[in-house]
């Protein structure tokens, strides 16, 4: 199957910062979403970006499918920004990367 | 947008019994769901993948006898952890293909105590 690797596994931020989320697969995709899991365990769909870049609001997101690399941009954090970001590449199948847990801290 | 309900949201049962968790699109048809199993602080791993009808494909390592799969139909998947066992304890969510992409289920958390 396909290897989803995101960077960095951790991050914490001060609330109004900036950060950038990155996402490398190891096989070409059909296409790529995003998502937020919040702390309750929810999952919420941010971007179904299988190539270029779209924006929302204060997050965008950019992926080069040819280069295999998909980038989260999470600008002016807020604290209920703080959860685990999953990057997920579908071929026959879906698969989830190992995740990006974020921190916002007040 | 579309909208797949699960329930329960939570879940405690004592070991031995069995626990039945149900997917239902709301507002598409699901002819497949698929069905995810996250421990804590891990990423989610696809446990098997059901289509509207048919037997359900399971991945390698998962016992087929001991989560059941149904997909009766074109709006309900259910998955019964049978013989519940305190390493079973996990949050499981299921999702499915839609028009807006990947549409997923708020998840189960299940406890067997």
């Known amino acids: 199957g396909i290897q989803v690797e995101q960077s960095p596994p951790d991050l914490i931020l001060q609330e109004g910062a900036n950060s950038t989320l990155r996402c490398n697969f190891s096989?070409?995709?059909?296409?790529l979403q995003w998502f937020h899991q919040n702390p309750w365990g929810q999952l919420i769909n941010l971007f179904y970006?299988?190539?270029g870049t779209k924006q929302n609001g204060r997050l965008s997101a950019t992926t080069v499918a040819t280069e295999r690399y998909s980038l989260l941009y999470i600008s002016s954090s807020q604290t209920t920004d703080s959860g685990v970001y999953f990057c997920a590449p579908t071929g026959n199948q879906f698969y989830f990367g190992t995740g990006t847990s974020l921190t916002v801290i007040p | 947008g579309a909208v797949v309900s699960q329930h329960p949201s939570w879940v405690i049962c004592k070991s031995g019994t069995s626990v039945k968790i149900e997917c239902r699109s709301l507002d598409f048809q699901a002819t497949t769901m698929f069905w995810y199993r996250q421990f804590p602080k891990q990423s989610l791993m696809l446990m098997a993948t059901?289509?509207?009808?048919?037997?359900?494909?399971?991945e390698q390592g998962v016992e087929k006898d001991k989560f059941l799969i149904n997909h009766a139909s074109l709006t309900l998947s259910t998955l019964t952890v049978t013989s519940a066992h305190p390493e079973d304890s996990s949050f499981y969510i299921c999702?499915?293909?839609?028009?807006?992409?990947?549409?997923f289920g708020s998840g189960t958390r299940l406890t067997v105590v």
């Open positions: 999702s499915a293909p839609s028009n807006y992409g990947y549409t």
């Open positions: 059901s289509n509207e009808g048919s037997k359900a494909t399971y």
């Open positions: 096989d070409s995709v059909n296409n």
């Open positions: 970006i299988p190539s």
